[in-house]
């Protein structure tokens, strides 16, 4: 078989080419017709809080998308928070790694609620269903900042350089200034509980986890905020995307209608920039 005809396309054109070949040769009865949408909880540690849900489509991926909660990184907060998301990611193709992490009051902090991250990522590498070329990680509040963050991973981070290669990430109503939010006492001093400090108290915690100071990340960061926000300052973007540009690294800001909980609610007005975004 000639790859000729098939020069220039994008990847996702690739995968579909590639999928209506295989239909056109082996007929309705392919792997690829009768593959079925899936769910599966897989564990990345021992703690019952190192786990992840992996969602696969009814088809051959378009790529990986790595999905964040938020909360504050405390543990009354969990992954189920995104699971309608994920399902409509999963509906338009992807698969979706919904990822659960121990937060604070659960044995997280630092560094351990990063280290969950850094591993929880890389485990994809363990799956041989899913794209670890095309990850896309997508956070949501207090999950944007363990998201920003792991786009930024690097030898002087908790976990290292990323086992995958992530090609985008999307903030959604984002904390991506932990020292200003630190001062503010956002989360009613969340932000010091996870870095075991203020930053004056432990300067290095916030070189090593603030996404802010981890500019420029290694990809495309953007930053989504809704107008009827009254969790979230947008400032913690505005800032962030100030700084990116600064530096001369790809970063956009978006506004979106709705509130805080809007950007994560595929029924929401805001859902079509996130889904765009996200593609």
């Known amino acids: 078989m000639t790859l000729g005809p098939l020069r220039g396309l994008s990847r996702r054109g690739l995968l579909t080419a590639a999928a209506g070949s295989a239909l056109g040769l082996t007929g309705c009865s392919s792997a690829v017709a009768q593959r079925n949408a899936s769910v599966d909880r897989a564990a990345y540690g021992p703690d019952p809080s190192q786990f992840g849900e992996l969602y696969l489509p009814a088809r051959i991926p378009l790529a990986t998308v790595v999905v964040i909660h938020g909360g504050y990184w405390a543990d009354g907060f969990v992954a189920e928070a995104m699971?309608?998301?994920?399902?409509?990611?999963?509906?338009?193709?992807?698969?979706?790694?919904?990822?659960?992490?121990r937060r604070i009051g659960g044995g997280g902090g630092w560094t351990m609620t990063f280290d969950d991250v850094a591993v929880g990522i890389d485990h994809l590498t363990t799956f041989d269903t899913v794209?670890?070329?095309?990850?896309?990680?997508?956070?949501?509040?207090?999950?944007?900042?363990?998201?920003?963050?792991?786009?930024?991973?690097?030898?002087?981070?908790?976990?290292?350089?990323s086992a995958v290669t992530v090609t985008r990430c999307v903030s959604l109503a984002g904390i991506l200034d932990l020292a200003e939010a630190s001062r503010l006492r956002l989360g009613a001093g969340s932000v010091d509980l996870l870095m075991g400090g203020t930053p004056a108290q432990v300067p290095e915690h916030y070189a090593q986890g603030d996404p802010i100071q981890l500019v420029p990340a290694g990809c495309a960061v953007d930053c989504v905020v809704a107008v009827d926000d009254e969790v979230v300052p947008r400032e913690q973007s505005t800032a962030y995307v100030a700084v990116a540009e600064a530096a001369g690294a790809p970063a956009t800001l978006h506004e979106v209608p709705g509130d805080h909980s809007a950007v994560i609610d595929p029924t929401s007005d805001a859902w079509d920039t996130v889904s765009a975004l996200i593609e």
């Open 83 to 101: 699971q309608p998301m994920c399902r409509a990611l999963q509906a338009d193709g992807y698969a979706v790694w919904n990822l659960e992490y």
């Open 131 to 161: 794209d670890t070329s095309d990850v896309r990680l997508v956070g949501h509040s207090a999950g944007s900042t363990l998201a920003a963050w792991a786009a930024s991973r690097r030898d002087t981070t908790p976990g290292g350089p």
